[in-house]
């Protein structure tokens, strides 16, 4: 039987979870696969623990230059994370004719563009469905699945420990602060939250899907990106009665004309998702993709998208993808991001003034007669009409929070009008812009 | 630019959608693909009417034997429906060394376990991703995205028009036979409602995945099956009041020792859902299919189950995948149905005398007292305990509805205490018996 032999960098939670289906597994996917997947080597820079496992079978080593340089592995499963040094062993291996499958979505998302050319110059291989959705097979859904589509839009929910926080917060009705403590000594945001409640992690994985979806090279450093830290109770309970949930969502849609994508809209933010819609009802950790196409109509893919065993399985069935046609051509594989490299390109973005949303605006008034009237005619002046206004209880300061929801316009047209109403001496502090989009089925 | 050169057997709906794709598509699949796939033929029996589609590059002809045969081309889609004449036409193209690609689940389901020898003999491949899902990639989720798990159960939903009739009872508070003439007048249900309703297609669709799930040869003409003909308005009425909506669920679970998949379970019947699912929210016409597995834990596709667009959607990513290693082996696609032939092998059923459920039981009770301490005694006799009883309005012939929710206990125990409860001279009629899954998260 054909036999493709797999070393592993860096023995985290992932890794282990990949070694763990690699060794216990192996029965199953032989099965499936008409070829043995046989863990050869692992190296992570400390190896006295228990890990939890049995790998007497496995060459451990504290050096990732022997596994990524080693004679005896074709494929190397990077979960190092981050940029560097994940970056030079991955290159390192494919240029030791090694195929690459990873976790790791800033890699792809930062380093993608160099590290697809190089692949494809070494003949190898490089895999990263564990990049974004864990265990939802949502980059072969989009690449393979939607092939034949010219992609409408992909919402996403991409990153768990933020619909954690909000999911908490609604349940509970509790503060942003309080619930990210809690996510933190569960383990379920790190000590320093950034990558995730500011909406980077989204960011990183949006990218990835716009880019295979619209056949663009992955552009993160342009996408616009807002967190949840701003958030409070009062609007996730204010945009419920309203009908609707807060989620950080991930969007991207095309724009163009006949049928030819001539700019990608992307962005992160958190977003007023209708109550009745399928994400909506996706809470806790779990992530969801939906895929829109002018075929399949609407899709929508719901899974764990992190934790150990959901991430493995993810990184397995690329190991197994590239095991089909292993030893033979890569090119028998779909490419890596959807399109054929040399008609993929940078598309340029839709600058986010000419992006069109609904809004939700959270106002604190200083409790003054005639301070609404000032704001809906600086709204009118911009042509941005009302859909809902409700004035909140009033605040230990005597200030009354006033809640907004506009109908469609532009974010330049809106951000005109916002900075017109801070400005006002009624108004105290910031206004609170949330979108809402125009779901359309 | 290499070229696969494609033939239709059937320019119905979703011929007519595969022919639009190939059509109207080509550039946009060309990029992703690096091959043309060129659509040569394509046979229907009456081809003087107006098709709606510019069909003037292609082959018309009204004898499927010519496509089947032809020289100038090297996959055949399969668009006909039903067993004859679809085996023999899909037989014979396979045995002219053409790929084929079908959307028939009927076929597949009776005729699999002929057609895959068949086909790798003749060094071809069978798509059929079209067949389970309509536009939701479920096969290829199952097959190549959870591929390195055990799986632990499937559910779905399989039949659009059965989820749209159930979906119509709840919102319209309107009986069975109203919301499907209904259906009918839409073109939403056939006039010979049979294969829908009475669950026949959701068992194709199910004997597919569970056979794709635990390795086990196709087995549809095992399949417990249970229509949604029986249910009353009171019926959903009654379950939304205790927490559930009615949901008609293929179910396919694993049943052995050590990891070891000995017996499968596989049935299609109603089933309560609870609301908080989202399988639950999944509505109208919509399919979802939720796949449990040992590393993935659970995962939700929701998609249009049914449709011109949708299901040549799927019909195409089928042959794109085909294209993808055309004209090299077929052994570098994922096996058809999971698992390499050589092990796949009939597993037994397990009996559905010992399948486990909870029940929802409707009973008439002509309005006697004493009689639900009657039949909690017989409940009790069969080590059946309650979980909830409820009372409901009187009919017009004075008999009184009486619904109950028991906790978990076998079919063949259930069916025992059925029996001898239908026999009380205090019941009226049949006892109606409405199964609910004790989904695990």
């Known amino acids: 039987m054909t036999e493709i032999r797999v070393g592993i960098l860096g023995l985290g939670t992932i890794g282990l979870g990949v070694a763990r289906i690699l060794l216990e597994q192996q029965d199953l996917m032989s099965k499936r696969l008409g070829k043995k997947v046989r863990l050869v080597a692992a190296a992570d820079r400390v190896l006295d623990r228990d890990f939890g496992l049995d790998l007497s079978t496995v060459r451990l080593c504290d050096d990732a230059k022997a596994v990524v340089t080693a004679d005896d592995i074709d494929l190397v499963v990077e979960l190092i994370g981050g940029y560097e040094p994940a970056r030079s ?53 989009l690449r393979e699945g939607a092939a034949a589509n010219a992609i409408e839009s992909v919402y996403g929910i991409l990153n768990g420990t933020c619909n954690f926080i909000l999911t908490k917060m609604e349940n509970e009705g509790a503060s942003y602060a309080d619930v990210l403590k809690e996510a933190q000594a569960l383990g379920y945001a790190e000590a320093d939250p950034t990558f995730d409640v500011e909406g980077i992690d989204t960011a990183h994985k949006l990218s990835i899907l716009a880019s295979m979806a619209y056949g663009s090279t992955i552009q993160f450093d342009q996408v616009f990106t807002e967190g949840i830290s701003k958030i409070g109770a009062a609007d996730i309970e204010a945009v419920h009665e309203l009908g609707y949930r807060i989620k950080l969502l991930g969007i991207a849609k095309p724009h163009g004309k006949n049928g030819k994508v001539e700019r990608v809209e992307m962005r992160v933010h958190p977003t007023l998702v209708p109550l009745t819609e399928q994400i909506a009802q ?17 899709s929508v893919l719901i899974g764990r998208g992190a934790g150990e065993r959901p991430t493995a399985s993810a990184v397995v069935a690329d190991i197994m993808d590239i095991a089909r046609v292993f030893p033979h051509g890569v ?20 600058p986010m003034e000419e992006v069109e949303s609904e809004y939700y605006l959270r106002l604190t008034v200083k409790d003054m007669p005639g301070v609404i009237a000032s704001v809906a005619t600086i709204l009118a002046e911009h042509q941005i009409s009302l859909e ?54």
């Open 89 to 141: 062993f991955v290159m390192e291996a494919m240029r030791h004719g090694k195929h690459v499958v990873t976790a790791n979505k800033a890699l792809i998302a930062k380093h993608g563009e160099e590290l697809f050319p190089f692949a494809a110059e070494h003949g190898v291989s490089i895999g990263f469905e564990a990049a974004v959705g864990g265990g939802i097979p949502c980059l072969k859904a």
């Open 282 to 298: 996706v809470s806790d950790s779990y992530n969801a993709v939906m895929i829109s196409g002018d075929f399949i109509e609407h």
């Open 331 to 350: 090119e028998f594989l779909a490419p890596p991001m959807g399109y054929q490299a040399d008609v993929r390109k940078a598309l340029p973005l839709m």
């Open 388 to 441: 809902a206004m409700q004035q909140k209880e009033r605040n230990a300061a005597e200030n009354v929070a006033v809640v907004m929801l506009t109908h469609l316009t532009t974010e330049g047209n809106l951000q005109a009008a916002i900075r017109r109403i801070e400005a006002l001496s009624t108004i105290a502090g910031e206004v609170l812009i949330l979108r809402k989009e125009p779901f359309d089925d």
